[in-house]
């Protein structure tokens, strides 16, 4: 079984930036393809990147395009995103997942069988 724990969440002006970091139980990271999701109140959890499990592809949302940058260290078993010129809208839990399957799959919630508790981001405008 998985275990992630995000964090570096917080609160930071639009502009800003964050780098969060997701922390996975050993023996188990390196076959997964990683992805971070983020939930707005009111809305559902929507795709913001994904990478796969040798760190060779990266995909991303097009509303964090240019700005967030996903990366991996499975040294560490641990996944980062960057976020940079971050925006009021870019509020939310981001949670990190760990799953598999084509890229096009891996930008839905169904592709990750195992889910951290979430970590808070609030961009003040």
């Known amino acids: 079984q998985v275990q992630l724990v995000e964090s570096g969440g917080g609160l930071v002006q639009a502009g800003g930036s964050l780098r969060l970091s997701c922390a996975a139980s050993?023996?188990?990271?390196?076959?997964?393809?990683m992805g971070w999701f983020r939930q707005a109140p009111g809305k559902e959890r929507e795709f913001v990147a994904t990478i796969t499990w040798s760190g060779g592809n990266t995909y991303y949302a097009d509303s964090v395009k240019g700005r967030f940058t996903i990366s991996r260290d499975n040294a560490k078993n641990t996944m980062y995103l960057q976020m940079n010129s971050l925006k009021p809208e870019d509020t939310a839990v981001y949670y990190c997942g760990a799953g598999g399957g084509s890229r096009s799959y891996l930008m839905k919630y169904e592709a990750y069988g195992y889910w951290g508790q979430g970590t808070q981001v609030t961009v003040s405008s």
């Open positions: 050993l023996r188990t990271f390196v076959p997964y393809a």
